[in-house]
């Protein structure tokens, strides 16, 4: 189970920060899930890890959906330039 991190700024894009961390962390954690992220990462946001959903703005969704990356690191540091 990955822990949610309660945002107390309500800023959106301190939102995005912490579900972008709980999506890498699955990947980290689970292999079938990392795989999914790099080559669909719009079917893994949407699919979720282990039950849990990714609380994600459609505008972080569709960015995250353009990455490209044949690796976990290459998809993390393409996710830090977004």
């Known amino acids: 189970m990955l822990k949610k991190i309660e945002n107390f700024s309500y800023n959106n894009q301190s939102t ?3 579900e972008y ?3 890498l962390s699955a990947a980290v954690i689970n292999r ?3 795989n999914m992220l ?3 990462p719009s079917k893994a946001i949407t ?3 282990s039950g849990e959903k990714f609380n994600l703005s459609k ?3 569709e960015k995250l959906s353009t990455i490209h990356a044949s690796s976990l ?3 993390a ?3 830090a330039a977004l």
């Open 16 to 18: 995005s920060s912490q």
């Open 21 to 23: 961390s709980r999506l």
């Open 32 to 34: 079938s899930f990392c």
């Open 38 to 40: 790099l080559s669909n």
């Open 47 to 49: 699919s979720g890890y």
């Open 59 to 61: 505008d972080a969704e």
């Open 73 to 75: 690191q290459e998809f």
């Open 77 to 79: 540091a393409k996710l």
